[in-house]
């Protein structure tokens, strides 16, 4: 009689642990079921809101062809007085320097209004022009705008 009831507990706890097994892995599959279907909701809701948004435009500068950008110029001089910046800006395209006047203001040092040659296209393009503007203002120098 021992090995008889002895055999069943032992069947009985094979089939718990079997029974057990069973029901935990149902368990992980209704789970991930669970989080798959709300993930798949989500993905669907995420959808529908992508397709009410309006498509977003990109908008990239279109320069015409005609009109180089221009990166550089060669500061001749930096002065206080407006008037006097826009007459030397005038006395360098009198001789065929084009030149023009750029507002600066540098903090504690106020307003300083910057007589600039140019635009230049590219750095070489203002430096084969810096030695001749030199010879009259040897403190001129390329600058990136």
Do not use: C
Request: charged share 20%; glycine share 4%.
């Amino acid at each position: 009689m021992k090995n008889s009831s002895q055999s069943w507990i032992i069947i009985l706890s094979i089939l718990a642990v079997a029974l057990s097994i069973a029901l935990l892995l149902t368990y992980k599959n209704q789970r991930h079921s669970r989080v798959d279907k709300r993930l798949e909701r989500e993905y669907q809701q995420a959808q529908q809101v992508a397709t009410y948004l309006p498509p977003q435009e990109i908008v990239k500068p279109n320069p015409s062809p005609s009109a180089p950008v221009s990166q550089y110029a060669i500061q001749i001089m930096s002065l206080n007085d407006k008037a006097k910046a826009q007459e030397a800006a005038n006395k360098f395209a009198a001789a065929g320097i084009p030149g023009y006047v750029v507002p600066t203001d540098l903090g504690d040092k106020g307003i300083k209004y910057r007589v600039l040659a140019g635009p230049f296209t590219s750095k070489d393009e203002a430096a084969a022009k810096l030695p001749e503007i030199k010879t009259k203002y040897k403190d001129a120098f390329i600058l990136r705008i």
